[in-house]
């Protein structure tokens, strides 16, 4: 958990500059520091998880204790201070209001750091203890850990998140072999005097592909760019002007 | 009265990228004087007469509206306001062969001459505001006009927009400022004279190489001269373009913006959203609005949301530059941000706008 917040804190440094204004310890320090705040508490978390896993000195196990703490207190008064902050606990995906979710984790994290403490194992002693039961229980606590996570909401969020097809840039390439494959490209072929396209323009979710034909006149034919069977259609349409034929009627749209 | 369409070019300019069989390069025709409101279609010039023989036709931009409309079984509206919309206005473009305090005469590019009435409450604009008759011969006027074509009704004389990346400034009074104007345009050199660097400067916080800059100016005996800025610069740099918001509803038909001028010679509008293949431009799919995406040759529906003013317009031209921008229009009211479309001057001036203000409050719909 430290490891993972001191990572996601560090990214956020990078992303839309007002942003970490308004996420978790950096909310409660004056401006100009609210950058290196966050970079401190990303660099202390490192330094905190190092220490757990490694070092066996009481100190090294009292200290997040002391930091989930200090970090409990933090998110209550902020909650209290600045209702609309979030924690900023994992970085931008923190954006949510600090709520009672968000302060029973840190309670449950310190409540974890305290029975570490004082059973006086380290990291290093797991795989010696490892066992069934063991891994049961750290399951669970991971269970209850995400649980009161409301960050991987907002991170489902954003996996499910696709732009609309009139706003995606769609390379031609896939509507080109989509338009081979289908069976209006297959009762047109026998006329049309050479096999790559002439004009290829885009519009909105269609893509239309124009071929020369064999006596002088064009066959256009529309791609739709979404889906996983998408429409085809065409239409040949003689040099000056009306077109002749619409030929949707007498092909079958491809589904 | 009947609407008749003003003519645009037979061809399009593309610029040859890579290896892409289908984009040619090909000459158009410069935009000639017209005028709407009457009967007559004005006559092909020598160039437009060769090229509707040469031009093949499938490359024209009317030709890709009917065999798009043709292929998904549409109607193909005509180039003309919508019904509901305030008629476009009038303009005559050209250079001043005669100017008296109540007539001006005009040649267009054509050759033909078109002799206008100055309405008494006409202003003209050359670097800054003068009387019609005050307006030197000679000077390459754009005149709004009124009553089919014959009362002149404002004047701008030698305007010009000059807008792009700053490439170096230099000078001290008289700032000197070199400015790449996107891969469609020439690079251009610009004097920004002492008496205008303040206000320049004020809405340009940044004068630096990176930087974006728009302003309005005047092409004095062969130097162009910025004097008013067009917009406030926008904070980032021209390469580092914010992101539009994610549009979690769906597409709305129709988008609320900006539009702009620019100083390019096809009539209709430059757009920024075009696939990079497709419009020969590496630069294009930028904007910091979610646009759709879009082709040379598809026709919006511009609304001037001011006065009601709409014509159907095609897209003419990438709009890689404008697309950088994200600033509003305050003309009436505050717009949204972002430069959806970037009108050719005669265009601009037919819906309503006002070339010195520099934008107007638009919204735009696929025609």
New interface residues.
Partial sequence: MLVLGGVAKLAAGDSAPGALARLGPAVLVPERFARPAMICCAAGEFALAAALVFADHPAARWLPVVFFSIATYVLWDLRKRRPDAGCGCFGDVSVAPVGLRSIARSAVLTAMAVLVALERVTGADLPALWSGTVAAWIAGYAALLLLLSPEVEELIDRVRYRAPCEQRRIPPGRALSRLKASAAWRAHRPMLAAEEPSDMWRELCWRFFTFPAKDGSEVVFAVYLSGRRPAVKAAVVPPDGAPAIADDSRVPISR | MVFIPALWPTGINYRKVGEK??ILEEDFCPRTAHRHGNHTAPPLTACEAGNVGNAT???AVDR?R???A????REVAPLEPAPGDVAPYGTVRGSIIDVSPHLIVVEDDAGEEHRLVIAPWATAWRGAPIAPAELPLRANVIIRALHGGTVADRVWADITRITGTIRSVSGNRDLTIELDCGPHRRPRSVVVPYRATGRIRVRHPQLEPGYLFDAIGMIDEGTTLALLPATSQPPYRANAVPP?P???R??QPTISGTAVWGDFEEYGVAYPML?P??AGCEDA?VSCT?????????VLHVLNECDRRGNRLPIVACGCVAGRFCDRCLECGTSERGRIVELSTTAYVELGGELTKGCFNVRVG?G
Avoid: T
């Avoid at chain 2, 043709?70 to 079984?73: E, F, I, K, M, V």
């Avoid at chain 2, 979610?290 to 598809?298: A, D, E, F, H």
């Fill in positions: 069989p289908f036709p499938y490359r890709r009917m065999l798009a043709a292929a998904l079984g539009p994610p549009a979690y769906g597409v696939e293949g497709d799919g979610g646009l759709p995406y879009l082709s040379l040759g598809s696929l």
